[in-house]
């Protein structure tokens, strides 16, 4: 049986990696559709790299088994990477809207 405590770590982790698996499509569809520089959009693929081929490693068993200290950084690191660029690539998207409707002025 597990203490509330343990309830509460399991579930969050499992909260956070299903809202991470549906911003990993939130991220590529706005680094795809943003209006923005390639550089920009290369930089942003490279990110999304990153954690796409940390969260491959993670589940084909490169960073070990369960009792390995080196799992610790990808369980709870992948979400939290993925969620910070999401957050990014949305005050990017508000930041290029307000440029383009200031230049309409």
């Not at 579930?11 to 209006?35: A, K, P, Q, Y």
Request: hydrophobic share 55%.
């Amino acid at each position: 049986m597990l203490r509330p405590g343990e309830a509460a770590l399991i579930s969050s982790v499992v909260c956070g990696w299903l809202v991470s698996c549906i911003l990993v499509v939130v991220n590529l569809c706005l680094i795809t559709f943003l209006r923005a520089s390639t550089r920009f959009k290369v930089t942003n693929v490279g990110v999304f790299s990153v954690y796409g081929i940390c969260a491959f490693a993670l589940f084909a068993g490169w960073f070990g088994d369960v009792f390995s200290p080196a799992i610790f950084f990808p369980v709870f690191g992948i979400p939290v990477l993925v969620i910070s660029h999401f957050a990014y690539l949305l005050w990017t998207r508000r930041r290029l809207r307000l440029q383009s409707f200031d230049a309409t002025k």
